[in-house]
Nanobody, 125 residues
Framework: QVQFVESGGGLVQAGGSLRLSCAAS????????IGWYRQAPGKQRELVAT?????????NYADSVKGRFTISRDNAKNTVYLQMNSLKPEDTAVYYC?????????????????WGQGTQVTVSS
């Protein structure tokens, strides 16, 4: 599976900003989409923002973060970022990096769906 190093979470006051980073090690893997999901206590994991690598960089954002969050990538560093501005208490959650694509390390390519360990974001009111 693709391995991730996530960083950038923390505690911030409402209206503040944080930047999450996710560095992916992916020898033998192609990435079709990469991005961020989040899970708040007692709630299901939900999409925050993704980049479609195989679709020319198409961006997909949850309605709740449009205009406040920006996802970007550095191909040379295999890293994806999530700039979060105007944070709200309802943004409090564990944020997970996710990548999906094909694993070429075997005799035939197979699909994979890999998750990072998550980083906590807490927004105080």
């Amino acid at each position: 599976q693709v391995q991730f190093v996530e960083s950038g979470g923390g505690l911030v006051q409402a209206g503040g900003s944080l930047r999450l980073s996710c560095a992916a090690s992916r020898s033998g893997f192609s990435i079709n989409t990469i991005g961020w999901y989040r899970q708040a206590p007692g709630k299901q994991r939900e999409l925050v923002a993704t980049i479609g690598i195989s679709s020319g960089g198409s961006l997909n954002y949850a309605d709740s973060v449009k205009g406040r969050f920006t996802i970007s990538r550095d191909n040379a560093k295999n890293t994806v970022y999530l700039q979060m501005n105007s944070l709200k208490p309802e943004d409090t959650a564990v944020y997970y990096c996710n990548a999906r694509g094909l694993n070429y390390n075997g005799p035939t390519p197979i699909k994979y769906d890999s998750w990072g360990q998550g980083t906590q974001v807490t927004v105080s009111s």
